[in-house]
């Protein structure tokens, strides 16, 4: 199994700055690649424009509390883009967005509403699907460029876990995505900058929640616990159980 015991930073970076008007998304080298990695989860505080959020907003994010609605049968608790106070406009729990193309979506956990990088309690760029536990002690929940959010049971299971996963594909739930046992991939996806895959205790995104990760270069295998809260997995080929 290939792990690693100091925990690496995503090719997607753990902590982005949003600058200039808008949401300017500031993307960091993985250390793992440039000779090694990061392991103090310290903040990088040097904003470097990568993509601009969601078109027609006038590089202003939506004020407005969340108004769920119906998608697909499901109700969304909050808004793809927007940034919301917690307690008042949502509340304290776990939340999922699925479908995510590219990396026009993010979404971040701040302790204030200075704006400023260290109000930044966790963040992320999000392929696919994504999972984050929004705590009581957080201000506010910001998302930009996201599908809607919808609450998720951080206790649900399924009688019936996918034993596949796409190597692009984000955020796995184990027990409800994902089942536990041992998977292998190809390592990195044609045409991908790297692969990358995190056993994650929690969906707080913090750098204790890693268990383990890795930056595979060739053939990768990985085993995941039932114990674990969560896999992810970027720019990787698909996962399967063996």
Not at 154 to 180: I, R
Not at 210 to 215: F, K, L, P, R, S
Not at 219 to 225: E, G, L, R, Y
Request: contains cysteine; hydrophobic residues 30%; charged residues 25%.
């Amino acid at each position: 199994m290939s792990q690693s015991s100091t925990p690496r930073h995503s090719w997607i970076a753990r902590h982005k700055v949003i600058a200039g008007t808008g949401a300017l998304l500031a993307l960091v080298a993985v250390g793992a690649c440039t000779g090694g990695g990061d392991t103090d989860g310290a903040k990088d505080t040097k904003a470097k424009p990568a993509a601009s959020a969601a078109k027609g907003t006038g590089g202003k994010q939506s004020q407005k509390p969340a108004e769920p609605k119906k998608d697909g049968g499901k109700k969304a608790a909050v808004r793809g883009s927007g940034t919301f106070q917690v307690g008042s406009d949502l509340q304290p729990g776990t939340y999922r967005t699925t479908g995510n193309k590219g990396l026009g979506c993010y979404w971040e956990r701040a302790k204030d509403a200075s704006g400023d990088t260290d109000s930044i309690i966790a963040n992320d760029n999000v392929v696919g699907t994504s999972y984050v536990t929004v705590e009581a002690g957080d201000k506010l929940f910001k998302s930009t460029g996201c599908n809607d959010w919808e609450t998720v049971d951080p206790k649900a299971v399924s009688d019936a876990p996918k034993t596949e996963a796409p190597g692009d594909g984000g955020m796995f739930k184990v027990g409800l995505d994902l089942a536990p046992g041992t998977y292998k991939s190809a390592g990195p996806a044609e045409g991908s900058p790297g692969c990358y895959w995190e056993r994650a205790k929690d969906a707080a995104h913090g750098i204790d929640s890693i268990a383990a990760n890795d930056n595979p270069t060739g053939p990768a295998v990985v085993t995941i616990s039932a114990q674990d809260g969560y896999f992810k997995t970027t720019g990787c080929a698909t996962w399967k159980k063996s």
